[in-house]
């Protein structure tokens, strides 16, 4: 089982933030972070991270070099929606910023892939994106390095490249990651779905083994 949410107080909450991802598990998910703010009574104050595939709302700014825009949703307000590191070109980056002055209405979507994203703006422009692996719910998932004395086991949900892969663990979502990978992006998603065990060889390259095969074979 996961471990359970900590509890607390809806007004320590002051931020919201989402990460387009295209795994249904996380299309639901939350996670709270800790901010370094405290509120009128000095307690901490939180961000809550949310998993979407879409999302809507009037664009009122944009750091598209960095990936984030802020969106005006009807219901969670001031939102800083994250779609990946040097996602946009220059000249996609300028569109978007002058969307942000001019308060545009946007349309973002992720399909069901993770590798293609549609941004709409109500002005009739539009971007599509297309990436080689889907987008990693880095807001969404701890993160751990492995190495041939830590590894790490849960069921396989995405292959982001060789040396990185999205799991389902006990704790929660999991990216896990290595200095290099030890095999191709191709055979590493023969086992999406399944429940894995994932570490490094002595060259630090990632490894990736199927746990359901190994007790097939009575071990």
Do not use: W
Not at 38 to 44: F, I, L, M, Q, R
Not at 122 to 146: H, M, Q, T
Not at 210 to 218: F, I
């Amino acid at each position: 089982m996961e471990k359970k949410k900590k509890k607390i107080d809806p007004k320590l909450i002051t931020r919201h933030a989402v990460t387009l991802t295209h795994r249904e598990d996380l299309q639901l998910f939350t996670r709270l972070e800790q901010t370094q703010e405290k509120n009128a009574e000095g307690k901490s104050t939180y961000i809550r991270h949310h998993g979407a595939r879409q999302m809507s709302g009037k664009l009122v700014d944009a750091a598209p070099q960095y990936g984030t825009l802020v969106l005006d949703h009807e219901q969670l307000g001031a939102v800083k929606v994250s779609v990946g590191y040097h996602t946009f070109s220059k000249s996609e980056c300028a569109m978007l910023e002058d969307a942000a002055e001019e308060k545009r209405h946007v349309d973002l979507a992720l399909d069901k892939t993770g590798t293609k994203l549609t941004v709409n703006l109500d002005n009739g422009l539009a971007i599509l994106k297309e990436f080689p692996a889907p987008l990693p719910a880095y807001n969404l998932s701890d993160r751990e390095k492995v190495s041939p004395e830590n590894t790490i086991q849960g069921k396989l949900m995405t292959v982001n490249a060789e040396n990185t892969v999205e799991l389902r663990t006990e704790k929660g979502p999991t990216i896990v990651y290595a200095s290099e990978g030890a095999s191709s992006v191709t055979t590493l998603k023969k086992l999406v779905g399944k429940q894995v065990e994932v570490g490094a060889n002595r060259d630090g390259k990632l490894q990736v083994k199927g746990l359901e095969l190994d007790k097939s074979r009575g071990r």
